[in-house]
C-alpha cells in the first residue's frame, strides 16, 4: 500500500473535527486510506455502494446513524444519498465530539448548498488526488516549502535531478491512479480508463444531477482534454459540440464536481481584476489527459511537440497534490498580461507572497524562458519570492535574483 501524504492532515482533522469528508474521484486510494483509519481508531465501516446498506439509510438515516453513538463511523460514497447529511448535524448536535463520523465522496457535496450549509462549523473537507509522484517512488515531498522559504535559494544550489528526461515523460504517461501505476499494457489502460469514464459519468454524476445524456458529458471531457491549459472560451467549446452555452457550462461544472477537470483562475496584484479574467482549464491527471488524447510513446516519437501538454498537466497536479497537505496551504493561479506574457502557474501564499513557474518540456532552457517570470517579477514587487523554470534537464541553473532553472524532477525528489 502507498504511504499517503494526506493522512496525517487527515488524522490532525478527524481529533478536531467531528465530521471530516474526505472527496475526491473513484479509484484515487480514498477507501483504502479510510479503512487504515478505521483499523486505527476501531471505527465501523459502511459503504453506501452496498445496495443493502444504502436502502437501511435510506429507510431509517435518523436511526440508522443513532446504532453508532457509542463509536466512530465511516461512511463510505456519501454522495450516493447526501440527504444523510440533515439528520447527521441533529446526531452531532446531540453529542458533539471529534472524529464521530469520516465520510468519502466521489462527488462535491458543496454542489449540494443546502446539504453542505447543514453542516457548516462541524465540517471539514479534504480531497485527495491520485498518487503523487512523491508517493509513488515513497518519499516525502516539501517542494512547495522550498519555494516559500523567505531565505536563501530554496535549497536549489549545487542539487541536480536524478531521473532523466525520458523518466518524467514515463511519469506523465502513467499519470496517478493506483490501479495503473506500474501497468504497461496499452490495450489494458485503456479498457481501464474507458470504464473507469463510464462508472464516474453514469454513476456519480446522476448521484448529483439528473442530466440524461453523460455521453455529452465524455464529449465535452474529450474536447477539453484538446484545448489543455488554455483559457476557457464558452463560445469555442459550445461550437465544438454543438452544445448551447448554458448546458455546457452546467456540463462543465459537473466534471469539475466529480474531480475530472478544473479551472485555474488567473492571478492579478488586483483581487477585484481575477474575477473577470479568463481561467484555464486542466485535466486532473496526465494519464487520463493522456488516453484522452491518445499519447503513448510510438506517438510521441513521430509527434513530439505533445509532452509539452502532458508534462504541464504533470506538473499542475502535482502542485496541486502537495497544496493540499502543505502548510503553507497556497492557491495555484495562472497568469497572463495583455501584451502576451505568460506565466504557466502562480502559487499564492495566504500572506499573499508568490511564486512563479514556468513548465518546459524541453531538455535546455535560456534567458528568453524566463521573460513572463521577469513581467511577474515586475508586476508583484516585494511580493514576488522567486521565479522557477521547470524543465527536463538535470542541473539546476540560476539565471538571476530569484530566478532559477530546476529540473522537473526536484518537484518531489
Do not use: C
Not at 504533470?314 to 506565466?343: C, D, N
Amino acid at each position: 500500500m502507498y504511504r499517503r501524504s494526506l493522512l496525517p492532515l487527515v488524522r490532525e482533522t478527524l481529533a478536531d473535527s467531528p465530521v471530516v469528508l474526505l472527496q475526491g474521484a473513484r479509484q484515487t486510494g480514498k477507501t483504502t486510506l479510510v479503512e487504515k483509519l478505521g483499523e486505527e481508531t476501531g471505527a465501523a465501516y459502511q459503504s453506501l455502494d452496498v445496495a443493502t446498506t444504502l436502502a437501511a439509510v435510506r429507510a431509517d438515516p435518523a436511526g440508522f446513524l443513532a446504532s453508532y453513538r457509542d463509536r466512530p463511523l465511516i461512511l463510505d460514497e456519501v454522495q450516493r444519498f447526501p440527504e444523510l447529511l440533515l439528520p447527521m448535524k441533529v446526531e452531532v448536535d446531540r453529542g458533539r465530539r471529534p472524529g464521530r463520523f469520516l465520510l468519502t465522496g466521489s462527488a462535491s457535496l458543496l454542489s449540494l448548498p443546502r446539504l453542505s450549509e447543514s453542516l457548516a462549523g462541524r465540517m471539514r473537507i479534504l480531497t485527495l488526488w491520485p498518487l503523487s509522484q512523491g508517493e509513488i517512488a515513497g518519499v516525502d515531498e516539501r517542494f512547495i516549502e522550498r519555494v516559500f522559504d523567505r531565505t536563501g535559494d530554496a535549497g536549489f544550489s549545487g542539487q541536480d535531478a536524478l531521473m532523466e528526461g525520458g523518466d518524467v515523460l514515463s511519469a506523465a504517461l502513467q499519470g496517478g491512479y493506483p490501479e495503473r501505476v506500474g501497468k504497461t499494457n496499452a490495450t489494458q489502460n485503456r479498457s481501464w480508463y474507458q470504464s473507469y469514464l463510464s462508472t464516474i459519468l453514469e454513476r456519480d454524476v446522476r448521484d448529483i444531477s439528473d442530466i440524461q445524456a453523460p455521453a455529452d458529458l465524455l464529449r465535452l471531457l474529450a474536447l477539453v482534454a484538446t484545448r489543455h491549459g488554455s483559457l476557457v472560451n464558452y463560445s469555442d467549446l459550445s461550437r465544438g459540440l454543438g452544445m448551447v452555452d448554458t448546458t455546457l457550462k452546467r456540463y462543465l461544472a459537473l466534471l469539475e464536481k466529480v474531480f475530472l477537470v478544473r479551472r485555474v483562475a488567473a492571478w492579478s496584484a488586483n483581487l477585484d481584476k481575477r474575477v473577470i479574467k479568463a481561467p484555464k482549464l486542466y485535466l486532473s491527471d496526465s494519464g487520463l489527459l493522456a488516453h484522452l488524447l491518445g499519447i503513448d510513446r510510438e506517438r510521441l516519437r513521430y509527434d513530439p511537440g505533445l509532452a509539452g501538454p502532458l508534462i504541464e498537466t504533470m506538473v499542475y497536479t502535482e502542485l496541486l497534490k502537495q497544496s493540499g497537505w502543505s502548510a503553507v496551504q497556497p492557491s495555484i493561479h495562472h497568469f497572463r498580461t495583455a501584451g502576451q506574457h505568460e506565466v504557466d502557474f502562480v502559487l499564492e501564499r495566504p500572506g499573499g507572497e508568490i511564486v512563479g513557474i514556468e513548465v518546459k518540456a524541453a531538455s535546455d532552457v535560456g534567458a528568453q524562458h524566463f521573460k513572463g517570470l521577469k513581467v511577474l517579477q515586475e508586476v508583484a514587487g516585494s511580493r514576488f519570492l522567486r521565479g522557477i523554470v521547470l524543465y527536463r534537464g538535470r542541473e539546476v541553473v540560476p539565471f538571476g535574483k530569484h530566478l532559477w532553472a530546476v529540473p522537473i524532477p526536484m518537484l518531489w525528489l
